[in-house]
């Protein structure tokens, strides 16, 4: 099983370029959630989905747009990419989150906005 | 801001001695669980133990969670050269699972 893939794993971008971080996962699980992960920082939440359709804010969304149109899917857009929106990006899925299952991560995209 | 501090930042010890970091929390949880990170590498789920439980067991892994001092701890006995990672305590509300900054936690041979 491929578990939560996330596309590209590396990314450039210049300062005002958007870009598209791609999040796929084949478990079929409800809940879907991006982190960026700063030096010193831990993991902070930016957008989560609860199902297709579903979308909320997190700890920092700002400068991030997410939208889920499928169970499997959950883009995050940068709509005019920033320097300080240099990270590494987390992608997450778990089963729900009501009843409390473990989340299962994918490997990461390392941004770099110049 | 973050609703899960790991305590302390760094950890080093020698090859087969315990590790234990702690986590406090702000709010109320419906789960805590812990996973690990290798360097470079996403957050690979370690155990979990819900609001009503206070003690669980996973081979050398032990979690404890007081729910009246909004704080848990991981204990990993007789560590090995291949626990080295960071260690992170995920916070579970009703809808988010947020984390703190993590515990770094070397193993020297």
């Known amino acids: 099983n491929a578990g939560v893939t996330q596309t590209p794993k590396f990314q450039v971008l210049k300062t005002g370029q958007s870009m598209t971080l791609q999040c796929a996962q084949d478990?079929?699980?409800?809940?879907m959630s991006w982190y960026r992960q700063d030096p010193g920082m831990g993991l902070r939440l930016i957008h989560y989905s609860v199902g297709a359709g579903i979308t909320d804010q997190g700890e920092v969304p700002n400068g991030y747009n997410v939208s889920r149109s499928t169970t499997e899917d959950f883009p995050l857009r940068l709509l005019s990419a920033a320097p300080s929106q240099t990270s590494v990006y987390f992608c997450?899925?778990?089963?729900?989150?009501?009843?409390?299952?473990?989340?299962?991560f994918g490997q990461g995209t390392r941004l770099t906005v110049v | 801001s973050q609703q899960g501090e790991e305590d302390p930042q760094a950890l080093s010890i020698q090859e087969g001695e315990n590790a234990t970091m702690n986590c406090s929390y702000k709010t109320s949880i419906n789960n805590l669980q812990w996973y690990r990170q290798n360097s470079g590498r996403g957050l690979v789920h370690l155990i979990l133990?819900?609001?009503?439980?206070r003690e669980k067991h996973s081979g050398r892994l032990r979690v404890t969670l007081d729910t009246s001092k909004k704080s848990s701890s991981l204990l990993i006995t007789a560590s090995r050269a291949a626990d080295t990672a960071s260690y992170f305590c995920?916070?579970?509300?009703?809808?988010?699972?947020?984390f703190g900054q993590g515990t770094r936690l070397t193993i020297n041979p």
């Open positions: 995920g916070i579970q509300g009703a809808q988010k699972l947020v």
């Open positions: 997450a899925s778990s089963r729900n989150q009501g009843v409390g299952t473990e989340a299962f």
């Open positions: 478990m079929n699980h409800e809940y």
């Open positions: 133990i819900r609001s009503n439980e």
